[in-house]
């Protein structure tokens, strides 16, 4: 089988969920939309401000980039939606996704790449983290540094901000909760060995969740400013988590009260686990949901895989709705579905799908210098690339292929008048191979009837060569 790790992919949901971006490692940047299915914005050829390229060389038509993180922010200041990016070069960048160009970007935000972006559900702040082990706050609107804190003498792996903007956590050796407003630490945790690649807070703000490289397994941490450092539940996986996401349902709502917590794994198998409380979430059996294949793929072909999910909101007890992006990254699908604890899901997959084109890279003259430029495949041409490309066939190779054998009658396809020589020359030129296999005994005259032809007769062939006037006539007299 083809490979499905998903490892490498950066995916953010819009907050209404309306819109999906994802990267995987080629410098561009796919908006999809999940309502209608189809690719709405491409990205690529990000031109820096300053006259100097950020990015490097180009590579293939465009601008290779190495995006290291990515969420999306949704701005009603603004009035639009912001992806923000973080690179590995240590750039910070946010792309206005209704106007398709570059907004605003932050020149080595964090020496030594960007780890990790997280934002408070009701703000206008967002905050950075990176190798350099400095958290950075900044102004959505502008970019501007806001403010900064040393939280690590190591390289920060992730970070996450609370919903309410007051608290943030930091993974490095250990993982450590600060006071967003003066810096100070509140507490520290330990228990992963290897770099955390993932962390979320629960919306209550009580809880984290993360989950480490190579670790196969969801660990909780409970926010409660005392000296214990362990983890107060371990989730068991298959393989390591590469998104987490959670929602705690306050005791009031006694219909669907607990904690849900969602995970998905390098293998794109996505798990869900449900408990009215910690103890009862410790003793929890994951729920799995994957995709149903068969022998349908071949071993080089990529393998079908769940690649983002979204806890939307909670069904009932122990149910919640989950949002799915699953498929293939080139064409993928995107599905609500609601699962209960206890019931694994199936989903169906199919190796079809349309292929969308690439957007043509934007050359400037040499010399020349752009600005905030972002080439942006839109809507219209995206749904204008599942035409079919006109193709005509070779009919001096189809005659030597076939001069031994039957006539194939060749297929011409068109999109549009301009077609219509092309077509008309098909016709000539397959009339002329007719004849010739004619005049040479392979074919019969009754032959030629059914391939759509009639046979040619030396009169006509030797007046559409020119060597005959309209007014000679072979079949009199007089002409010899």
């Known amino acids: 089988m083809g ?26 940047i796919k908006i999809w939309d999940t309502v209608k299915g189809q690719i709405q914005t491409e990205f690529a ?104 804190f040393r939280a690590s003498a190591k390289a920060i792996s992730s970070m996450s901000v609370s919903s309410d903007g007051k608290i943030l956590a930091t993974a490095a050796a250990q ?43 969801v660990a909780l941490w409970k926010l409660d400013g005392g000296k214990k450092q362990s983890a107060c539940c371990v989730l068991a996986m298959d393989h390591p988590a590469v998104f987490l996401d959670s929602r705690c349902v306050d005791a009031a709502d006694v ?10 794994s390098e293998m794109g198998i996505c798990y869900f686990w449900y408990g009215k409380n910690i103890e009862e979430l410790r003793n929890a059996k994951s729920t799995k949901l994957s995709l149903s294949l068969d022998d349908q793929f071949s071993k080089r072909q990529k393998i079908p895989t769940i690649f983002a999910a979204k806890l939307q909101g909670t069904a009932k007890l122990a149910s919640a709705h989950i949002f799915l992006a699953y498929g293939l990254v080139i064409k993928p699908s995107f599905e609500k579905v609601i699962v209960h604890s206890g019931s694994d899901v199936k989903l169906n997959s199919s190796t079809d799908g349309v292929l969308l084109p690439v957007s043509q890279s934007r050359k400037s003259k040499k010399g020349s210098i752009s600005h905030n430029e972002v080439s942006a495949l839109d809507r219209a041409n995206a749904e204008d690339a599942i035409l079919p490309i006109p193709k005509v066939l070779d009919f001096h190779h189809q005659k030597k292929k076939h001069q031994n054998s039957s006539i194939v009658t060749a297929e011409v396809m068109t999109d549009d008048v301009a077609n219509s020589k092309r077509v008309a020359q098909a016709k000539e030129e397959k009339a002329f191979i007719c004849y010739e296999a004619w005049s040479h005994g392979h074919i019969k005259p009754n032959e030629m ?22 007014k000679d006539d072979l079949t009199s007299d007089s002409v010899f």
């Open 3 to 28: 490979s499905s790790n998903i490892r490498d992919l950066l995916t953010s949901f819009s907050p209404s969920l309306d819109f999906f971006a994802i990267s995987s490692g080629d410098g561009r």
């Open 45 to 148: 050829d990000i031109v820096s401000t300053g006259g100097t390229n950020l990015f490097g060389k180009p590579e293939k038509g465009h601008l290779s980039v190495d995006y290291s993180c990515m969420k999306w922010l949704k701005n009603g200041r603004l009035g639009s939606s912001l992806l923000v990016l973080g690179t590995g070069c240590g750039d910070v960048l946010a792309l206005d996704i209704s106007a398709g160009q570059l907004k605003w970007k932050v020149n080595d935000c964090h020496p030594g790449g960007v780890s990790a972006i997280s934002l408070p559900t009701h703000d206008s702040c967002i905050y950075t983290a990176g190798a350099d082990g400095i958290v950075c706050k900044l102004d959505s609107m502008t970019g501007n540094l806001l403010g900064k």
């Open 175 to 217: 993982l450590k909760v600060f006071n967003c407003s003066d810096h100070t630490k509140i507490q520290k945790f330990s228990g992963h060995p290897g770099s955390v690649r993932c962390m979320v807070f629960t919306n209550d703000g009580k809880y984290i969740l993360s989950s480490a490289i190579s670790e196969r397994y």
């Open 255 to 264: 219909d669907a009260s607990g904690l849900y917590v969602l995970a998905i």
């Open 449 to 470: 009837e059914e391939a759509g032809h009639r046979p040619i007769c030396m009169e006509d062939r030797l007046r559409t060569l020119g060597i005959l006037d309209n």
